[in-house]
């Protein structure tokens, strides 16, 4: 099992970053390795979301079923896709009017282990930039 945990305070609201993090339809602008991106079915409270990968030699779409916590968390796992497991969330921790902590925490297995000895380093390298890439977007929206 692989786990990634990454955090980052940012001088943005808990709701500005929820907000920018949900917009997953808005990846494909800003996410260097996401080709296309789209929110299959939504709730108040869940997202069905499906995301193309095309990074190296791995190009693969994969769905998660995100639980929605406005403004405070969003639980996603595995629908459909390349992983045996994969689950994760973004935190969003307040602490001032204009400023919040952003986590993201993933845990994931690919389904063979062959795919998981050629493919993991590149899932690694791209989850260890998610959270700096939107970082990044969010001084280009907010400021």
Request: some cysteine; overall charge positive; hydrophobic content about 40%.
């Amino acid at each position: 099992m692989h786990h990634i945990s990454k955090n980052a305070i940012v001088t943005y609201s808990c709701e500005q970053m929820y907000q920018l993090i949900n917009q997953v339809n808005q990846y494909p602008q800003f996410l260097n390795w996401c080709s296309d991106a789209s929110i299959l079915k939504q709730s108040n409270d869940q997202i069905i979301a499906s995301v193309k990968i095309n990074k190296g030699v791995f190009n693969q779409t994969f769905t998660t079923i995100n639980t929605l916590i406005p403004h405070k968390k969003i639980d996603m796992r595995l629908k459909e896709g390349p992983f045996k497991y994969l689950n994760g969330a973004w935190i969003f921790t307040k602490l001032s009017s204009n400023a919040c902590k952003i986590e993201l925490n993933l845990a994931f297995n690919f389904s063979s282990k062959l795919v998981d000895i050629a493919i993991s380093p590149i899932f690694t390298s791209i989850a260890n930039s998610q959270l700096d890439a939107f970082v990044t977007r969010a001084k280009q929206v907010y400021s």
